[in-house]
């Protein structure tokens, strides 16, 4: 029988409610805020300060309730579509796997109304696709260093990164 050393145990990220995530994403403003970067970016470092006031076990949850929100929206029925500027809708181009993360970043930071319409309905995300939403990336990992002096280390349960949700791309 092996004992499992105290330190290297893997232990449950600690659980930050739907709600409770969707409030904290409202601060950044919505889909205005998403549509302007110096507004964005501005919306994140509210956020961001709002994370780093607050108890770790919240940055975590939220850590963690962000990827999988990306996660979710890692699906080969969005990656495909072509990124198009709105603004100006000339020649669509197809989105880069980090385009296509930070597209999906914009999704998320637009708000839950915005989030859910694109999940019912995948042709929404072409209106995000030019938007870029990289900046919510690291507010999480940023409030944390702020909060304790120490590096983001923690490994969330939903890897987000382009591709990796298995079951949304079933051709790869």
């Not at 963690?64 to 890692?74: G, K, N, T, V």
């Not at 870029?132 to 890897?159: F, I, K, N």
Request: aromatic letters at 12%; a negative charge; charged letters at 30%.
């Amino acid at each position: 029988m092996s004992t499992i050393d105290e330190a290297t145990a893997v232990r449950p990220s600690p659980q930050l409610s739907w709600q409770r995530f969707w409030q904290l994403i409202d601060l950044i403003g919505g889909e205005p805020a998403v549509a302007f970067c110096a507004t964005l970016d501005e919306g994140c470092e509210r956020l961001g300060e709002v994370l780093a006031a607050g108890p770790v076990e919240e940055i975590l949850g939220f850590g963690e309730r962000f990827a999988e929100a990306l996660y979710r929206l890692d699906r080969e029925e969005y990656g495909t579509q072509p990124a198009v500027d709105t603004e100006d809708p000339g020649e669509a181009v197809p989105l880069s796997d980090d385009g296509f993360l930070y597209a999906r970043a914009a999704v998320v930071a637009s708000g839950r109304a915005a989030y859910e319409r694109v999940l019912r309905e995948p042709a929404l995300f072409a209106a995000h696709s030019f938007r870029s939403g990289e900046s919510l990336l690291y507010v999480h990992e940023e409030a944390y260093e702020a909060a304790t002096g120490e590096e983001w280390d923690h490994d969330t349960r939903y890897d987000y990164e382009s591709c990796s949700n298995r079951e949304g791309w079933p051709k790869l």
